[in-house]
Antibody
Framework: EVQLLESGGGLVQPGGSLRLSCAAS????????MSWVRQAPGKGLQWVST????????YYADSVKGRFTISRDNSKNTLYLQMNSLRDEDTAVYYC??????????????WGQGTLVTVSS | QSALTQPASVSGSPGQSITISCTGT?????????VSWYQHHPGKAPKLMLY???NRPSGVSNRFSGSKSGNTASLTISGLQAEDEADYYC??????????FGGGTKLTVL
């Protein structure tokens, strides 16, 4: 059974940093691209970032480019999202999700339960 | 990276059918057959309902079906049930190797 467990969320001040983690199990982690998706309070789902199975290719939404960094440790079956220069508008539940292919995400087959990030002074 | 366009809300009575549209551009919906649909109950993880326009993952009811024409995709739910009440999001792979979501549609079962 595929399981994705996010952690690392919490309260952070504007301008601060936070690193999210997503522990994966139940599949060959390195064989699949992974993504982060967020949902701000009262808003819809927003794609944040994708990383290929090898970690060699990364993609970002314009709203986070230059501030967020996606990475993965295939030896630990763990996906990360380093978030710097956080803004109020980054407040959201952050989900990690598994794609169908190794190189890119064309659909999100499995999702974690999410971790809440609150940016506020 | 503009969001795909979905109606904000749709409603139907139990047993009826409803259709949710999802309109994009030639750079996303119209470019590939990589449109997917997600069901989201508040407080839970989103669930994949359809991928590659019309393919159902294992365990998803055949009451859910999808289609695409040009830059617009559609999700149809037949035989509406109370448990179908949720938010639904479309998603498309893009020519930039990214994905983009629709704004979401709230389905109310009357």
């Amino acid at each position: 059974e595929v399981q994705l467990l996010e952690s690392g969320g919490g309260l952070v001040q504007p301008g601060g940093s936070l690193r999210l983690s997503c522990a994966a199990s139940g599949f060959t982690f390195s064989s699949y691209a992974m993504s982060w998706v967020r949902q701000a309070p009262g808003k819809g789902l927003q794609w944040v970032s994708t990383i290929s199975g090898t970690g060699g290719s990364t993609y970002y939404a314009d709203s986070v480019k230059g501030r967020f960094t996606i990475s993965r440790d295939n030896s630990k079956n763990t996906l990360y999202l380093q978030m710097n220069s956080l803004r109020d508008e980054d407040t959201a539940v952050y989900y990690c999700a598994k794609g169908f292919e190794v190189a890119v995400v064309t659909a999100l087959e499995h999702w974690g339960q999410g971790t809440l990030v609150t940016v506020s002074s | 990276q503009s969001a795909l366009t979905q109606p904000a809300s749709v409603s139907g009575s139990p047993g009826q059918s409803i259709t949710i549209s999802c309109t994009g551009t030639s750079s996303d919906v119209g470019a590939y057959n990589y449109v997917s649909w997600y069901q989201h109950h508040p407080g839970k993880a989103p669930k994949l309902m359809l991928y590659e326009v019309s393919n159902r993952p294992s365990g998803v009811s055949n009451r859910f079906s999808g289609s695409k024409s040009g830059n617009t995709a559609s999700l149809t739910i037949s035989g509406l049930q109370a448990e179908d009440e949720a938010d639904y999001y479309c998603n498309s792979y893009t020519t930039s190797n990214t994905v983009v979501f629709g704004g979401g549609t709230k389905l109310t079962v009357l």
